[in-house]
């Protein structure tokens, strides 16, 4: 089993729609989480992060976290073209290494 | 957010030579800093983790030899590709944390290799 998990897609969503992107982790020691934004060519950008259960507002961006089901996710609202790139989930465990999911690509379409 | 720099962003070089790749935090201090390797279309693939003014601690199979890491500084640190051959081309990233736990990673802009 993976550190972390994410569906690799492609995801494809309307401009304007909710693009809902989905990991899971195996460490239940894992104490906080990030989400990363990489277009294609470039390196990662870091959205936002995420440390208590519950969620997360950040503009059109919201994390939400459940521990005790090891399950980060990341809702993007009133998708944009501009968000189409690939997100990355991060979580950092116990001993302070961050793991990198391998990323779910997201093609948001006019 | 913090910003963390890389050079050169590209650079081609000929099988054999040795490419020296700079990182640097610029607005803060980084107790660590991490190496990468993406290859095209594939994930991140962490290579080695390292902590100013100590030896770096490289990921299972990451030639220590082969890619030599400096952290000589709390603002600086170096890989080195020594040898390179074709098979080192890749997007190289760095990325930096200030220290404390569960810091959040900020990442260079990526140095692009390519060894003909």
């Known amino acids: 089993q993976k550190e972390v998990e994410q569906n690799s897609g492609p995801l494809s969503v309307p401009e304007g729609a909710i693009a809902s992107l989905n990991c899971t982790y195996s460490d239940r020691g894992s104490q906080s989480f990030f989400w990363y934004r990489q277009y294609s060519g470039k390196s990662p950008e870091l959205i936002m992060f995420?440390?208590?259960?519950g969620d997360k507002e950040d503009g059109r961006f919201t994390a939400q976290l459940n521990k005790a089901s090891q399950y980060v996710s990341l809702l993007i609202r009133d998708s944009q073209p501009s968000d189409s790139a690939t997100y990355l989930c991060a979580v950092n465990g116990w001993n302070n290494d961050m793991r990198f999911g391998a990323g779910t690509r997201l093609t948001v379409k006019p | 957010g913090a910003v963390v720099s890389q050079h050169p962003s590209r650079v081609i070089c000929k099988s054999g030579t040795s490419v020296k790749i700079e990182c640097r935090s610029l607005d803060f201090q980084a107790t660590t800093m991490f190496w990468y390797r993406q290859f095209p279309k594939q994930s991140l693939m962490l290579m080695a983790t390292s902590n100013e003014g100590s030896k770096a601690t490289y990921e299972q199979g990451v030639e220590k030899d082969k890619f030599l890491i400096n952290h000589a500084s709390l603002t600086l640190s170096t890989l080195t590709v020594t040898s390179a051959h074709p098979e080192d081309s890749s997007f190289y990233i760095c990325?930096?944390?200030?220290?404390?736990?569960?810091?959040?990673?900020?990442f260079g802009p990526g140095t692009r290799l390519l060894v003909l």
């Open positions: 990325s930096a944390r200030e220290g404390g736990f569960q810091e959040t990673q900020y």
């Open positions: 995420i440390y208590s259960n």
